[in-house]
Structure formats: C-alpha cells, structure tokens
C-alpha cells in the first residue's frame, strides 16, 4: 500500500496573522485591546487612576540646559547663515526652557500623589497612569518611579514610533493600536484628570472627558485640574465660551485651575479621600 503523503496543518482561527492583521480580523483586534488589559487590571487589583495628560514636546529642565549650553558654545565660533541657524535653535531653545517648568511640576505632582496612595489603609490603590510615551508622560511615570511606586503607560502605536519611557512599570506597560480603545481604559478607571500643557492630543483628551462629566455619560465623579493657568489662558478662551453661552457657569466648575504642585495635590486628594478612599 502507497503511504499517504502528510498534509501540513492549517493554522488555528486564532493563531492566523494573515486573518487576525485583516480587515474580517478587526473585531478580534478590538476586543483583545479590551480584554488583555482589563485582565491585567484584575490580576493586579487595579480600580483607581489618576491620569495625567500633556505634551510629547515637554523636556526636563535638565535636557535643555544641557542644549541652550551646547548652542551658546556653538554660536560663538559660527558666522553668516549657520550663526542665524543656531540662533533659530536658541529662540526655540528658550521656550523649551520656559516649558520645562510643566515637566518638574508634574514629576512633582506625581510623587506627591503615588507616595499619599502609598500611604492610604488597604484596600485603596490609587495609581498615577500616563500616555506612556515622552514629556509629560515621562515627567508623570517618572514622580512615581521616584516615590517608589506603580504606575501605568498606556502607549499607542504612530507611524514615527512613539516608544514607552523608561519610568514605567513593567507590568502595567501597554500598548494599544486603536486610539478609542486607549482613551477608553483612560476614562474607565480614572477617577482624578490633570491636563498639563500640550497640543491636540491634550485638548482632544480634555474635551472628551470634559464632554463625557458634562453630558453625564460618566456616572462616577471626576476631578479634573487643568494645570497652568497662563498657559491655557492663552490657548482656551473660556471667557468667550461663556460670553458666547455656549457653555454654561456650572460647566466651568467641573474644572480646577492649579499652578503649583502642592495647590493641585491638596485639591485632588481633598476630593479622592471624600470620594473614594474606603477607611479601616
């Protein structure tokens, strides 16, 4: 008898790249943004967020120091175009400087928030959760990391390769493919917002939970501190929204302006403790 040649195997539904990364595979894509994350959640006894949102663009103190001192130098031995070049980069150098200030105040923030979690009677866990990628979201994972305790990245995937800073911790390093699906394990758990300063991303984030506490689509209460008054004064009219009457007085309460990092940290665990901490 002729031995029947063996066929390989197809691959298993659930182990076929070519399907699962195709147009008929984006449900399975979608439910496994909601689902993988929601089990790491309950492994870790995660419930409580404190998420704080800002710019990509925001560098330490340190690091532009580091670049105004590196182009001081270089300007001294440039002439003509290269020296009006260099002179460019100090300008911008400068406003990087000025907006250091955001990068500190939130690695400030940050530790004085996850070291009060720390601190809170079992069974409370309050954890300071970012973008996961750099400026802002490094400064917040970074106070944690300083304080010595967790703190969540949810990172997304852009075409130029946002990668995760290195302030995270490992365990609770995510990273999401759909922007909806991020920004929902966003709002789902948080219970405290801080917006520092940032672009579209920032005020895309703001809004969206500014409309979500509005309309009341988010049944739990928010504590929302926009930090940076002179900044968003300038960016955010909220003096015409108002004259306008497309928003309302009250709707301005659902918001706290802060410029320091104790003014913000007294605000939001004034409001988490009388909200959410369980007390032994």
């Not at 001081?72 to 460019?88: C, L, R, V």
């Not at 966003?186 to 005020?203: D, E, N, Q, R, W």
């Not at 009250?250 to 940290?265: G, I, N, R, S, V």
Request: with cysteine.
């Amino acid at each position: 008898m002729r031995q029947q040649k063996k066929v390989q195997k197809a691959p298993k539904a659930y182990q076929n790249d070519k399907f699962l990364n195709s147009p008929s595979g984006r449900i399975m894509r979608i439910m496994s943004e909601y689902i993988e994350p929601h089990e790491r959640f309950r492994n870790y006894k995660i419930s409580h967020t404190m998420v704080i949102f800002g710019s990509a663009r925001i560098h330490s103190r340190a690091e532009v120091k580091e670049r105004l001192s590196e182009l001081n130098k270089k300007i001294k031995s440039s002439t003509g175009k290269e020296k009006e070049s260099i002179e460019k980069e100090i300008l911008k150098a400068e406003t990087d400087y000025e907006l250091s200030k955001y990068y500190e105040d939130t690695v400030e923030l940050a530790y004085l928030l996850t070291d009060w979690a720390k601190h809170l009677p079992k069974p409370n866990k309050f954890v300071v959760c970012s973008g996961g990628g750099p400026g802002i979201m490094e400064a917040a994972n970074r106070g944690a990391a300083k304080a010595k305790g967790l703190s969540m990245g949810l990172n997304i995937s852009l075409p130029f390769e946002q990668y995760p800073n290195p302030y995270i911790s490992p365990e609770l390093n995510f990273e999401f493919h759909y922007f909806f699906m991020r920004k929902f394990w966003f709002a789902y758990l948080s219970k405290a917002l801080i917006v520092m300063p940032g672009g579209f991303g920032t005020l895309d984030e703001l809004f969206e939970i500014l409309t979500l506490v509005q309309t009341m689509k988010l049944k739990k209460k928010m504590s929302i501190v926009v930090y940076g008054t002179k900044f968003w004064n300038q960016i955010i009219d909220f003096d015409n929204l108002l004259k306008y009457g497309v928003i309302s007085p009250e709707d301005m309460k659902l918001m706290y302006f802060a410029d320091t990092p104790q003014q913000a940290f007294d605000y939001l665990t004034k409001e988490l403790t009388a909200n959410y901490v369980i007390k032994k």
